[in-house]
């Protein structure tokens, strides 16, 4: 290119623009309670995309943003969540994440911004004490800010390696992470059974 073409999509406005879109993508992130690698842009699965999806209606950003939007708003994100007070980083992902500690005396992870599906209740006791609480399902949850245990989105946790290292036995392409995660049986994808193919055989 020459250098006295203008490179329109790095003009000062289009960079501030692409600046405050990111801006609001970020806030909006932390406010869902995510974190930055549950929205990875590049490399990233259907999951991934619905959640930048969510992320995006709730910016009220109105057109998907570009693959560089996304990479500054998920830099703000993490910028965002190493401010939290008090964090430190997970020994297997290096995210930042808050160590909290039960009424029992074990400790607990959590990610440092509140989520709607959160079961961990961090709080003062009668003691002035900071405790947190960990609900189980079947309890009511307080209207407080809950947070998830980090286990439950760590992308390093052995749940979430074992899930992506889950591989079709037939064709070797990576299985559904959510199914892998939750059924030890499901090994395949169902279009690679090779009872499948039989049974289509005998259709045709
Ligand atoms: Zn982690
Ligand atoms: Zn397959």
């Known amino acids: 290119m020459s250098a006295a073409a203008p490179d ?6 289009a960079e501030n623009n692409r600046k405050r879109k990111a801006h609001h993508l970020a806030l909006a992130a932390a406010s869902m309670g995510l974190q930055y690698y549950e929205l990875k842009v590049v490399g990233g699965s259907q999951a991934e995309a619905d959640t930048r999806a969510r992320v995006r209606r ?3 950003v109105d057109r998907d943003p570009s693959v560089e939007t996304w990479q500054l708003a998920i830099g703000m994100l993490l910028a965002r969540s190493a401010t939290v007070p008090g964090v430190q980083q997970c020994a297997r992902c290096d995210a930042y994440v808050l160590q909290v500690t039960t009424e029992a005396g074990s400790k607990v992870l959590i990610d440092p911004f509140s989520h709607p599906s959160g079961s961990v209740f961090p709080h003062t006791n009668g003691q002035g004490r900071q405790v947190a609480r960990v609900l189980a399902g079947h309890e009511p949850k307080p209207d407080e800010p809950l947070y998830r245990q980090h286990t439950a989105s760590c992308p390093a946790s052995p749940t979430a390696l074992r899930a992506r290292a889950r591989r079709c036995l037939v064709c070797s392409r990576e299985l559904d992470a959510v199914l892998a995660a939750r059924d030890p049986s499901y090994t395949t994808h169902p279009s690679c059974e090779p009872g499948e193919e039989v049974s289509d055989r005998a259709h045709a």
Not at 8 to 13: C, I, M, V, Y
């Open 58 to 60: 709730a910016a009220r």
């Open 8 to 13: 329109f999509a790095h003009t000062q406005r």
